[in-house]
């Protein structure tokens, strides 16, 4: 009997392929170049740093990592959190960006997974280890498809918002069989696969956004939050920020700020993605490619 992973697993894997081809068809065509030829590292920006914790090298990743060093303030300081085990190949794969990149080892294990990261980063020590007042944190499959206005940084918590009790619902076209259980000639049914997409959090974040794998974030804020608070273990990290902090007198910006900022689940045409692909339909997803590949383009006939 065919389930909805039968149909939704093989259907996401190939908008994970699209995804990944964007990213190395920018690597080559237009980051590798512009790192390689033309980048010079500006004086260190004080203001914000963007912090990635991955333990798996790719070219995926280095799209990504590039990608922020050029849509960032110039001079902005990033930093990769990966394990001992993944030093040496992250050294091979991003050594060559010299001190615009800081790749620290830390405490995540070989089998470093979800759990692990939410466990991590609602660790206040994470958040003391770092210095700026403004971090971004991003992941690999984020993309910051412009420039990010430096007004965006006194946000004391940015992220994509929620597609709150929603779901995503996905047509397959499938065969009718007849009485003998052949394809009946001219006939075809629709499989309508139906996910979820945050269910519950309407009570628990009534703001309605804060999706964390693409995020700005201020660092006291972040470090007093899960230094005082304690959070469910089956609990996203991204959700218990967002669930405390209004009670922490932050001024939460307007949910219209947080759809400029970043599109995930929700269609907008924003400053950045984090797995947009998943959820929204190809139209969608193709206008925030493109709209990503023109910036690109723009900036690198400036750049010669």
Excluded at 235 to 258: C, K
Aim: hydrophobic content about 45%.
């Amino acid at each position: 009997m065919t389930t909805t992973m039968d149909l939704y697993g093989p259907f996401l894997a190939y908008r994970d392929a699209i995804f990944k081809a964007h990213c190395e068809y920018i690597l080559d065509a237009y980051l590798n170049p512009w790192i390689s030829f033309f980048y010079l590292q500006p004086p260190r920006y004080q203001g914000l740093e963007a912090v990635i914790v991955e333990t798996r090298p790719s070219k995926v990743l280095r799209a990504v990592i590039l990608n922020a060093m050029l849509m960032l303030p110039a001079g902005t300081p990033i930093i990769l959190i990966t394990s001992d085990q993944a030093l040496e190949a992250m050294t091979n794969l991003l050594g060559d960006l010299g001190e615009a990149l800081e790749i620290r080892p830390g405490p995540l294990g070989k089998d470093f997974n979800q759990r692990a990261y939410n466990q991590l980063l609602t660790n206040s020590k994470f958040w003391l280890d770092l210095s700026a007042d403004a971090i971004l944190i991003f992941q690999s499959d984020s993309l910051l498809l412009t420039r990010l206005p430096e007004s965006f940084l006194t946000a004391p918590y940015l992220g994509a918002p929620w597609h709150i009790d929603g779901s995503l619902t996905i047509d397959f076209p499938c065969k009718q069989g007849d009485r003998h259980g052949w394809p009946a000639a001219g006939e075809a049914r629709v499989v309508r696969v139906s996910i979820d997409l945050s269910p519950g959090l309407a009570e628990v974040v009534p703001h309605g956004y804060g999706n964390g794998g693409l995020s700005l974030r201020n660092r006291a804020l972040m470090a007093l939050i899960a230094a005082e608070q304690t959070r469910e273990d089956w609990e996203p990290e991204d959700v218990f920020f967002s669930r405390h902090l209004p009670s922490y007198g932050a001024e939460i910006p307007t949910l219209e700020l947080a759809q400029a900022f970043a599109s995930e689940a929700i269609y907008f045409d924003a400053i950045g993605i984090h797995a947009s692909w998943k959820y929204l339909p190809a139209e969608q997803q193709a206008s925030l490619y493109e709209k990503h590949i023109k910036n690109l383009i723009a900036m690198a006939e400036g750049l010669m």
